[in-house]
């Protein structure tokens, strides 16, 4: 009987707490049936005994930890030990005299804890479990004093049930009608909590075990004539019970002779079972933990048993897995909540991290005592006047590894080099320079070959679809707004259709041939600015605009190409977070700053009466009439068109003929430019915040505790597509005349004097050709920039890319693409950040086999091909899809800008420490540099960080935007500064290190001192004085 009564000492010094019957080892059981149970008793002696199994064991003076990481730091060659993820079941009996006893399940594990509630009608929402400590204690006691049998063969829980009793029966003895009944009561029919459901359903459907047990009656007999009892069918054939380990699900009939009609039902039940069985990862085992009460018992009967292989049990466990571990306790009545705790703290320690491997790797019952003891170490305390027991800790959202507790800590003295090299940021292979011409591109063509079918295959998903349909109409609106600006910058020469076109076909040819195709190419500022400083001067000197624009697009594409032949590239790895964030967040910002500028400048175009009289609206009018002092313009058009202004009924003219014929308007309901339009602009903010706030809350729809997990996934996948399509609904039911978008409706240059081909000499000069050799090699540092550092936030390591990045091959593209745009008198498209990172955002991968309670894992990004080119060939088609597009509110656009911005500022550390400045340090989150860095230092670097971020803004919304990309690239020159201002700890921590401190690093540990770090801080201070060298060039071209 277990003794529930503990003396203070024992209590403090638990790891020689002695709880429960003391069993005698040498007698023997005079039964004849043993099965396989004296070889398993031999072997198990030999391990209790202390045999040596060719290790050296560690010493009787180390602590627990140090026995635990010294089991698992062991390689054990046997298949049997490796851990697998495993799904832990409680289940319990109460067997009394005169009563039909079934054992059912009350709790189950696999990462958190769920009950069966008190009404026995569902699951609990799983928690934390609270353990006590007196349960702990006494399960230590159990396992050292118990029946440990590991690596038991068996077939089936018959067998496991003589074993056990035969092992019991060596601590004293068990009579002939004790062991029957004991035997019996482990082999009752279990009944599980989703068996409830099934009957609640389908009344005739019976659990597996009612099924198997009436299919091997014990009149039923096998090829041989013996007697076969209910649990041992499985054992007929131990061919059939191999289950494979990376796959948990089981084809049952395969497993058992059943019927037909009984592998129909055991169908219906899989089905039933199937969401559940989603949760559990494939080659997951079982461990079945039994607890109860025996009337008749006088001590108790504990065992704790590890199969080998495991079998899969018929109806023992709830889900059809096989079984690795089981765990008996069945005591005399009275005790029943104290073998339910035992029971939850063997099944919790199950769970643990470090005693799941444990528990596989453990080669004796000591070993399993100081994993125990090792959980103990590891286990916090709650007074129990502080706290209320009663309440359910939710499940965390991150669970911190428990690694540490797997390996030996690092002795004092010694710095762990693989910390600092987890904080590094983008370098490895692909920016190794080669040595060789083109030495980069051919390894980054080498390097995505392999991988080339996948990225369609892999584009086979829900997701993909949700993420183009989103990202198309995302990509539209600035591609048409870009070229509308463009056009009326160059009058007309490269407009809207241009910009489509050039659009579509780039980005079709970099979705199929680049290095990384989850970047989204796009238009940007810089560009703009360069292409009207252009236009202006070959206005001034009488230059054809188009020709001196291909020439220079020329030139640009070949540097473009020369920076590849020479792996220019490689000089991205001094792209630190500190650049990419100070450009990200700009980016964000800017989409942010436009999309709100754009909203209020639709004001202008639908002006509203500020100064109502509510009593005078019956007197409100606006007429068009004729000008009273027309000015010479007007005088001019007239003349030109043959209009006589007295002939003309301006009454009677609408507010576009009105415009059109230079009339004025009159009357108490005209504004400055026209007749106040009351709804269009508060509808306008209306489906402008609308998309903003639906978009946000549909995409965190995904974490709802609505609908089921799929359903939720696909609508938070088709968060920002289902946002935009309600809002079309709504605009069109309504019917306001909301500003829509404008698509081009023919597929045909802007003006009739110029064509598809552009003649990169033309009207100009010859040595025009040679002198727009200096603007390229500015045009080739924008495209350069804004190329590389898109690419580098898109490539960044928590991404978890897997197949790879392509920075040479993705230059090699555009550079290509950018001669073929100039030649067709086409935009130039360069990476878009935003758009980048949202599709990024939009193909985000997590775990779907997490357990209950458990938050998904993120494994990564969805990597394929298919998403940019049906983005871009969706665009190029938008041409013939005018009478569709022609629907969707500007303001929704607008909307979706605003998001996409908003939403992308998530995760970049920056803004993160700027909301440090307005916390006490009590309210501070638990980020990890705020631990190794101090305050005052993580706020000096964000002060840095927040000056050049606002230069920035300063030089790209002035007349000096031309400027920017250089900007940009002295923020290399900054981070290099803050090498003399802050550790080389404190910047691993804050930021990436320098490629020069990563070679030091590795240097320095292999003690190759001076003429190494020499060279390397030479070759690292030439390459920044090189970049140095080409902004002030820059400067000077300018």
Known sequence: MLNTNFEKEELEGHRTLYIGVHVPLGRKSHRRHRHHGHRHRKRSKERDSGVDDGRESPSHTDTPAQRVQFLLGTEDGDEEHIPHAL??????????????????????????????????????????????????????????????????????????????????????????????????????QHHHQNHKKL???????????????????????????????????????????DVSRENSAVDFSKVTGHTTTSVYLTEIRLRIDLHFMKKIPPGAEASNVLVGELEFLERPVVAFIRLAPAVLLNGLAEVPITTRFLFILLGPLGKGPQYHEIGRSIATLMTDEVFHDVAYKAKDRNDLVAGIDEFLDQVTVLPPGEWDPSIRIEPPKNVPSQEKRKVPPVPNGVTDLGEAEEHGGHGGPELQRTGKLFGGLILDIKRKAPHYLSDYADAVSLQCLASFLFLYCACMSPVITFGGLLGEATEGRVS????????????????????????????????????????????????????????????TAFLCLLLVATDASSLVCYITRFTEEAFAALICIIFIYEALEKLLHLGEHYPINKNNNLQKLTQYWCACVEPRDPSNETLRYWEERNITASQVNWTSLEVHECEVLHGEFEGSACGPHGPYIPDVLFWCVVLFFSTVIMSAFLKEFKTSRYFPTKVRSIISDFAVFITILTMVLIDYALGIPSPKLQVPSKFKPTRDDRGWVINPVGPNPWWTTIVTFIPALLCTILIFMDQQITAVIINRKEHKLKKGCGYHLDLFVVGVMLGVCSVMGLPWFVAATVLSISHVNSLKLESECSAPGEQPKFLGIREQRFTGLMIFTLMGCSVFMTSMLKFIPMPVLYGVFLYMGASSLRGIQFFDRLKLFGMPAKHQPDFIYLRHVPLRKVHLFTIVQLSCLVLLWVIKTSKAAIVFPMMVLALVFIRKLLDFIFSKRELSWLDDLMPEWKKKKLEDAQQEVDNGFIHTEVESDSILLFLFALSVLYVTCI
């Open 87 to 188: 799904f832990t079941e409680l289940d319990e009996i109460c067997l009394r005299e005169g009563e039909d006893a079934e054992w059912k399940e009350t709790a189950r594990w696999l990462k958190f804890e769920e009950d069966v509630e008190d009404g026995g009608e569902r699951w609990s929402k799983p928690y934390v479990a609270t353990l006590s400590l007196h349960s702990l204690f006494e399960l230590r006691s159990c396992i050292m004093n118990g029946t440990v049998m590991l690596d038991m063969r068996a077939n089936s829980l018959e067998e496991i049930a003589e074993m056990v009793l035969d092992q019991h029966e060596v601590s004293g003895p068990v009579g002939q009608d004790a062991r029957r009944r004991i035997r019996d009561a482990l082999l009752k």
């Open 199 to 241: 009957a609640n359903r389908i009344p005739i459907v019976r659990s597996f075990a009612d099924i198997g047990k009436k299919q091997s009656e014990p009149h039923s007999m096998d090829k041989n004539g013996q007697t076969v009892s209910p649990q041992s069918q499985p054992a007929n054939n131990e061919g059939k019970q």
């Open 496 to 555: 809207a259709i241009e910009s489509l076109f050039g659009a579509s076909m780039t980005g079709i040819a970099y979705s199929l041939f680049a290095g990384q195709p989850l970047t989204i190419l796009g238009s940007t500022g810089p560009v703009l600015v360069f292409e009207k400083i252009l236009f202006k001067f070959c206005k001034e000197y009488g230059l054809s605009y188009l020709s001196l624009r291909a020439c220079i697009g020329l030139w």
